[in-house]
């Protein structure tokens, strides 16, 4: 059985920092693609960052230079690190897995930025 569960998420003040774990579990993770995305109620879903799995990182326009995904396949775990938050960055953070056509979702983690 596939899980990815996300952690991390919870109430932060603008320019503060937070970093999301996803902890998967039921794939060969270190030959996935990881990514991150977030939603607000009544939009689309959005990507955030992605990492290959040899490494390489890239990132939404919004949140470049703010933001880092990483991994640690010993732990078959992605992060992401999360600094100098803004209020538009208040969201559901959701943890993504691909191989191919192959993908899979965690259930998302609530990160917001208020004062």
């Known amino acids: 059985q596939v899980q990815l569960v996300e952690s991390g998420g919870g109430l932060v003040q603008p320019g503060g920092s937070r970093r999301l774990s996803c902890a998967t579990s039921g794939i060969a993770f270190s030959i996935y693609a990881m990514g991150w995305y977030r939603q607000v109620p009544g939009q689309q879903r959005e990507w955030v960052a992605v990492?290959?799995?040899?490494?390489?990182?890239n990132y939404a326009d919004s949140v470049k230079g703010r933001f880092t995904i990483s991994r640690d396949n010993a732990k078959n775990t992605v992060y992401l690190q999360m600094n100098s938050l803004k209020p538009e960055d208040t969201a559901v953070y959701y943890c993504?897995?691909?191989?191919?056509?192959?993908?899979?979702w965690g259930q998302g983690t609530q990160v917001t930025v208020a004062s």
């Open positions: 990492i290959t799995s040899g490494g390489d990182t």
């Open positions: 993504h897995a691909q191989l191919s056509s192959i993908y899979y």
